[in-house]
């Protein structure tokens, strides 16, 4: 929009100036042709009387007129002249003057033809005519310097008015700018008002309704997330309820079929409880628990997270941690929002890898890599787990939440996932490599 704007008022100014310069150049040849006209008039006319005395006198001798013809041979004529009389006949001529009569008619007024201007007087008797002419490449000449002297100008005004234009239009525009910046930022994790000091009149009343728009969609958001959250919390209680009798109820029955029933019912409460769990996370991640006020070292808890895998027995001994002894991940991040972040990652590695293959955990300063042994995704595929409830092809157990949850409390604390299949130096396997920005 600015450069458009911009490229428009330049196009306009130049054809502005262009056209001024252009009905400048008009009006003066205008000028030009009634001051040159004029000048021939007022010529022949002041001739007219000088000639016929001249030539009925006879005064002076052809020496004297040579004498002064050399006077002024190295002058240049504007004006020539011929006298000529009834018969057309040129009894006297202007130094320049050619020969031959001249192509103007012998009547008195103004005659142009290809190469001259004419005016043309008579004297009293109309036996002598007297025609001066003006060469029309004379008058072209004068037109030409003239213009030629209105555009110099502009060479230089255009370029210079053009610089101008572009530093008012930029900071004419900031605003829109500011604005469209500030609305861009917003996103679910933020939806503070967007400060309206310094705007002008009419982006002022723009922001007010976005911040109206805003303040709507916070609303449904928070209720949202209050559903999911009070959702999830009243759910856990009588699920793990119903899960207790279910169990109990297993280790009470000797029949196959029933007890089969029961264990299949289990495995159903098993994945209400895990969904639950996840529903809550969820809610923590839309809620932006991301980011603290605090720094905080993040590799204690990543070692916490590791140990807990390791002495609940989840990892099935899979899990290869390395990292640096004096690994530091600093930054002003939540505990427990990293916990989730890692667990989340660390559970889909060891869910969907083969049962026989190592889960890598990767730590260095600014990055951690998870890496699993399982078939390689497509781009499709990576884009689709992204997503909520997006699972792509497999077929092991699971939410489909998991990677969002992560992305959501990546973006709180402003680091990012990178997904990879195959992983780096395979032919196979996954990787998920948290990036962080803000680390010391």
Request: glycine share 6%; with cysteine.
């Amino acid at each position: 929009m600015t450069r458009q704007l911009i490229a428009w008022l330049i196009a306009a100014l130049t054809g502005f100036w262009l056209l001024a310069a252009g009905l400048g150049a008009f009006v003066m040849r205008e000028e030009f042709d009634e001051i040159f006209d004029g000048s021939l008039q007022e010529t022949a006319q002041r001739l007219m009387p000088l000639m016929v005395d001249d030539l009925a006198k006879r005064i002076g001798s052809p020496e004297t007129r040579r004498l002064d013809e050399q006077a002024l041979e190295n002058e240049e004529e504007y004006l020539v002249y011929q006298v000529r009389d009834q018969s057309g006949a040129v009894v006297l001529r202007s130094r320049d003057a050619p020969a031959a009569p001249f192509s103007a008619p012998l009547v008195t007024g103004f005659f142009q033809d290809r190469t001259y201007r004419f005016y043309s007087a008579a004297n009293t008797e109309g036996t002598l005519f007297i025609q001066v002419a003006d060469a029309l490449a004379n008058r072209q000449e004068a037109v030409t310097e003239g213009a030629t002297a209105l555009l110099i100008p502009l060479a230089v005004l255009i370029p210079v008015s053009a610089g101008l234009i572009m530093i008012i239009v930029r900071r004419a525009l900031r605003p829109v700018a500011d604005l469209r910046q500030a609305i861009e930022r917003k996103d679910g994790g933020n939806m503070a008002p967007i400060p309206l000091t310094g705007l002008p009149q009419e982006l002022a009343s723009i922001g007010r309704s976005v911040n109206l728009l805003l303040g709507r969609l916070e609303a449904a958001f928070e209720a949202e997330r209050e559903f999911t959250a009070n959702s999830a919390h009243e759910l856990r209680t009588p699920i793990a309820g119903a899960l207790a009798q279910t169990q109990l109820l297993i280790s009470l029955l000797r029949e196959d079929g029933p007890r089969r029933r029961a264990e299949q019912i289990e495995a159903s409460l098993v994945k209400l409880v895990h969904l639950a769990e996840k529903l809550l996370q969820l809610a923590r991640a839309d809620a932006g628990i991301g980011s603290s006020a605090a720094m905080t070292d993040l590799t204690p808890v990543l070692d916490v997270v590791i140990d807990d895998f390791e002495r609940q027995g989840a990892s099935e001994n899979r899990i290869l941690y390395r990292r640096p002894a004096d690994l530091r991940l600093v930054g002003p991040y939540n505990e427990d929002a990293f916990a989730i972040v890692v667990r989340n990652l660390i559970e889909n590695a060891l869910r969907h890898g083969r049962a026989d293959t190592p889960v890598e955990v990767e730590a260095s300063n600014g990055a951690i890599a998870i890496r699993n042994h399982c078939p390689a995704l497509t781009v499709d595929e990576l884009d689709t787990i992204r997503q909520r409830f997006g699972r792509g092809k497999t077929r092991a157990t699971g939410t489909g939440l998991g990677l969002s949850i992560v992305d959501r409390m990546l973006a709180h604390m402003q680091a990012r996932l990178d997904l990879r299949s195959p992983a780096p130096g395979r032919e196979d396997g996954f990787e998920a490599r948290i990036l962080f920005d803000r680390t010391a």
